[in-house]
């Protein structure tokens, strides 16, 4: 064994530390260094780079942020592989690295590096070929991470001028192949780019499948790339949670719970009629709404089942459906295509206990919000599209016999929400989830009354808290 190579046994517990993300980023930092060799295991692939001294295990490692593994298993430090990097030759280029930090801070559904491999092969991508990437991650409204390919493009042209600095796994075993001219790809520039993307992880559906039939590929293998079945939600906040509470037994939970969701959390309580109304005027119209991927209201009050008594206690209240109207796509346009979520908890006050109205009518959402409406005319989605309306009611007796008890039913959202591995399934299946253990806290609790789940929704993609 040479001073470059290491022991076989040093290769299986690499193998047995990594989880299978981190070996496939570890398979493609490779693909240049054994292009013959990037379907096969981890084990396999290292211990052939280990014999043709190629393997620098400590830059892999370190690719992947695995710091705790370079001072364990190589006892060296993050600094050191980095002082080496500055000074030697680097095995893994920097292409690749960029595209593993891209794969990082996308959506992990579907593999982006499963994408590139394929699109590699049809000759699409490549280091000095990054513009149908860059696009895609313009369409998805990841600008910082366009900004990075930029990046990457300026100091590759100023390190090689107008030469590529490396070459992709396909060109090292087919060396006549150039990355100078471009392949068939005279329809695909003239497409049109601008697409209605509603907020989602959609990549140029069209132009990829264009290009795939061009190429005679296989459809499904780059297939992989469009996220079209999932609603994108990536902004950091992910939305504004809107919380009012009337009652005044949930705040606090809802509160800590979205913002560990890393949503921005907004929390009111006690409103009247007249001062929630003025609430939801005021948060349609926050211009931020633009950046952020979705919205989420969450209300508890007495009421009928069709609307909230506020603090006013009088009959009729504020109708719900006026509620879910403020935030629909032709009121608030910079929600259009985005999953607008309402959880509503309706302490229900009998029809002879409530007051006669003595409430000033209320102006409803008569004005438009008046940003940019382009948008709305160049878009097919329909304005009440993307709604998720859960309602859960019970008698308003409850709060008599426990005044200070939370709601069983936002207890337990926020319950499964809070567990990471729930936050992995789409909210509809959470949601089933939150109804069998709502009906089952009815069987068992026979002196208390029923709580009763309402869940309507026009949804159109699946939605996920976690990536």
């Given at each position: 064994?040479?001073?470059?190579?290491?022991?076989?046994?040093?290769?299986?517990?690499?193998?047995?530390?990594?989880?299978?993300?981190?070996?496939?980023?570890?398979?493609?930092?490779?693909?240049?260094?054994?292009?013959?060799?990037?379907?096969?295991?981890?084990?396999?692939?290292?211990?052939?780079?280990?014999?043709?001294?190629?393997?620098?295990?400590?830059?892999?490692?370190?690719?992947?942020?695995?710091?705790?593994?370079?001072?364990?298993?190589?006892?060296?430090?993050?600094?050191?592989?980095?002082?080496?990097?500055a000074r030697n030759p680097r095995a893994?280029?920097?292409?690749?690295?960029?595209?593993?930090?891209?794969?990082?801070?996308?959506?992990?559904?579907?593999?982006?590096?499963?994408?590139?491999?394929?699109?590699?092969?049809?000759?699409?991508?490549?280091?000095?070929?990054?513009?149908?990437?860059?696009?895609?991650?313009?369409?998805?409204?990841?600008?910082?991470?366009?900004?990075?390919?930029?990046?990457?493009?300026?100091?590759?042209?100023?390190?090689?001028?107008?030469?590529?600095?490396?070459?992709?796994?396909?060109?090292?075993?087919?060396?006549?192949?150039?990355?100078?001219?471009?392949?068939?790809?005279?329809?695909?520039?003239?497409?049109?780019?601008?697409?209605?993307?509603?907020?989602?992880?959609?990549?140029?559906?069209?132009?990829?499948?264009?290009?795939?039939?061009?190429?005679?590929?296989n459809s499904l293998e780059v297939k992989?790339?469009?996220?079209?079945?999932?609603?994108?939600?990536?902004?950091?906040?992910?939305?504004?949670?809107?919380?009012?509470?009337?009652?005044?037994?949930?705040?606090?939970?809802?509160?800590?719970?979205?913002?560990?969701?890393?949503?921005?959390?907004?929390?009111?309580?006690?409103?009247?009629?007249?001062?929630?109304?003025?609430?939801?005027?005021?948060?349609?119209?926050?211009?931020?709404?633009?950046?952020?991927?979705?919205?989420?209201?969450?209300?508890?009050?007495?009421?009928?089942?069709?609307?909230?008594?506020?603090?006013?206690?009088?009959?009729?209240?504020?109708?719900?459906?006026?509620?879910?109207?403020?935030?629909?796509?032709?009121?608030?346009?910079?929600?259009?295509?985005?999953?607008?979520?309402?959880?509503?908890?309706?302490?229900?006050?009998?029809?002879?206990?409530?007051?006669?109205?003595?409430?000033?009518?209320?102006?409803?959402?008569?004005?438009?919000?008046?940003?940019?409406?382009?948008?709305?005319?160049?878009?097919?989605?329909?304005?009440?599209?993307?709604?998720?309306?859960?309602?859960?009611?019970?008698?308003?007796?409850?709060?008599?016999?426990?005044?200070?008890?939370?709601?069983?039913?936002?207890?337990?959202?926020?319950?499964?929400?809070?567990?990471?591995?729930?936050?992995?399934?789409?909210?509809?299946?959470?949601?089933?989830?939150?109804?069998?253990?709502?009906?089952?806290?009815?069987?068992?609790?026979?002196?208390?009354?029923?709580?009763?789940?309402?869940?309507?929704?026009?949804?159109?993609?699946?939605?996920?808290?976690?990536?």
């Amino acid at each position: 064994m040479t001073k470059s190579q290491v022991s076989a046994a040093l290769i299986h517990q690499i193998e047995q530390e990594l989880d299978e993300d981190e070996k496939e980023m570890m398979i493609f930092l490779c693909r240049d260094l054994a292009p013959d060799l990037s379907n096969v295991d981890i084990r396999e692939l290292l211990g052939v780079l280990n014999e043709t001294g190629r393997l620098g295990l400590s830059e892999l490692l370190y690719r992947l942020r695995r710091y705790d593994l370079l001072r364990r298993a190589l006892g060296t430090e993050k600094t050191a592989v980095e002082t080496d990097l500055a000074r030697n030759p680097r095995a893994v280029s920097d292409y690749r690295v960029l595209m593993v930090e891209i794969n990082e801070e996308l959506d992990k559904k579907e593999s982006f590096l499963a994408v590139v491999c394929d699109l590699e092969k049809l000759n699409l991508v490549a280091p000095d070929q990054l513009d149908l990437i860059e696009d895609c991650l313009q369409n998805i409204h990841r600008i910082d991470l366009k900004k990075k390919i930029q990046k990457y493009k300026c100091e590759a042209l100023s390190t090689s001028g107008s030469q590529p600095m490396y070459i992709n796994a396909l060109q090292a075993s087919l060396p006549n192949l150039t990355l100078i001219d471009p392949p068939f790809s005279s329809g695909i520039q003239n497409m049109n780019k601008e697409r209605c993307l509603n907020g989602q992880h959609a990549i140029q559906t069209e132009l990829v499948h264009t290009s795939i039939q061009e190429s005679g590929a296989n459809s499904l293998e780059v297939k992989k790339m469009v996220y079209d079945d999932r609603y994108r939600m990536q902004s950091r906040p992910l939305g504004v949670c809107l919380i009012i509470d009337c009652i005044g037994n949930d705040v606090d939970m809802l509160e800590e719970t979205f913002k560990a969701l890393s949503f921005e959390v907004l929390c009111y309580r006690y409103l009247s009629v007249e001062a929630m109304n003025q609430t939801f005027h005021e948060v349609a119209r926050l211009q931020r709404h633009r950046d952020y991927d979705s919205f989420i209201c969450i209300l508890v009050s007495r009421g009928s089942p069709h609307s909230i008594f506020c603090t006013d206690q009088t009959f009729p209240g504020y109708p719900l459906d006026r509620v879910k109207k403020f935030f629909t796509g032709d009121s608030c346009p910079d929600l259009l295509g985005k999953p607008k979520l309402f959880f509503i908890q309706s302490y229900i006050v009998p029809a002879d206990q409530q007051e006669p109205t003595s409430l000033l009518e209320v102006d409803g959402n008569e004005q438009k919000i008046t940003t940019n409406n382009r948008r709305l005319r160049n878009c097919s989605i329909p304005p009440v599209a993307d709604i998720f309306w859960s309602q859960c009611k019970v008698d308003v007796s409850l709060l008599e016999r426990s005044p200070n008890s939370p709601s069983y039913y936002l207890r337990t959202l926020a319950q499964l929400l809070r567990n990471p591995l729930n936050r992995k399934l789409p909210l509809l299946d959470i949601h089933i989830e939150l109804n069998s253990r709502v009906y089952d806290w009815n069987r068992t609790s026979d002196l208390q009354p029923p709580y009763s789940l309402l869940l309507q929704h026009t949804l159109r993609k699946k939605l996920f808290f976690s990536s």
